[in-house]
């Protein structure tokens, strides 16, 4: 079955950097599409960031272009964001989403990781 | 941007009743919608894609609909399960994908 396993959050302060990352399984990552999509405490949805099978195509919330980078290893099965310049309002959940669609990028979120929690405090 | 207006964003109703959610968007997106329960603590599942097609799995009395602007999540018969909050998401213009709001759904 579909696994998606996130690490790498935690108390960060405000300026600082963090690389989230997201290991896969169940499935032949380096054929999808890959999201990140962030939730602030008690609030919705928010997607961040795509990055295409073949890692060649990303596109990025306008919230955090310039500063989150998005990435993949698919020999690793390994799906990645940077995030740099950390702000308090990056303060969320963050998830590692898979795409439904093979060799596309139709952004309809069919797997979930269960989360990784980042804060930015000071 | 494309907004999607979700309505209402809490609801309270009892077992076996009907309940329906709905989402405007701020113009034209054929029918590239779907939509996500998510219960406390938990990541989302999707439950409808492309506005009316049921993923794997998810009970029949999940259902979808409309094209354009006006979307519809229905619920047929409330189960106690279904406590969650439902978001709704657009992908006719991207990016960025954006979501509705969110209904929190209540047991009376």
């Known amino acids: 079955q579909v696994q998606l396993v996130e690490s790498g959050g935690g108390v960060v302060q405000p300026g600082r950097s963090l690389r989230l990352s997201c290991t896969a399984s169940?499935?032949?990552?380096?054929?999808?599409?890959m999201h990140w999509v962030r939730q602030a405490p008690d609030k919705g949805l928010e997607w961040v960031a795509v990055?295409?099978?073949?890692?060649?195509?990303?596109y990025y919330a306008d919230s955090v272009k310039g500063r989150f980078t998005i990435s993949r290893d698919n020999s690793q099965n390994t799906l990645y964001l940077q995030i740099d310049s950390l702000r308090t309002e990056d303060t969320a959940v963050y998830y590692c989403?898979?795409?439904?669609?093979?060799?596309?990028?139709?952004?309809?979120?069919?797997?979930w990781g269960q989360g990784t929690l980042v804060t930015v405090s000071s | 941007d494309i907004q999607m207006i979700q309505s209402p964003s809490s609801l309270s109703a009892s077992v076996g009743d009907r309940v329906t959610i709905t989402c405007q968007a701020s113009?034209?997106?054929?029918?590239?919608v779907n939509w996500y329960q998510q219960r406390a603590g938990k990541a989302p599942k999707l439950l409808i894609y492309?506005?009316?097609n049921l993923e794997t799995g998810v009970p029949s009395r999940f259902s979808g609909s409309g094209s354009g602007t006006h979307f519809t999540f229905t619920i047929s018969s409330l189960q106690p399960e279904d406590i969650a909050t439902y978001y709704c998401?657009?992908?006719?213009?991207?990016?960025?994908?954006?979501f509705g709001q969110g209904t929190r759904l209540e047991i009376k």
């Open positions: 989403v898979k795409d439904q669609v093979a060799k596309s990028s139709w952004f309809i979120f069919d797997h």
């Open positions: 169940g499935f032949t990552f380096s054929n999808y599409g």
């Open positions: 990055i295409s099978y073949d890692g060649y195509r990303k």
């Open positions: 113009q034209g997106i054929s029918n590239y």
């Open positions: 492309g506005a009316s």
């Open positions: 998401q657009q992908y006719g213009a991207l990016p960025p994908i954006t």
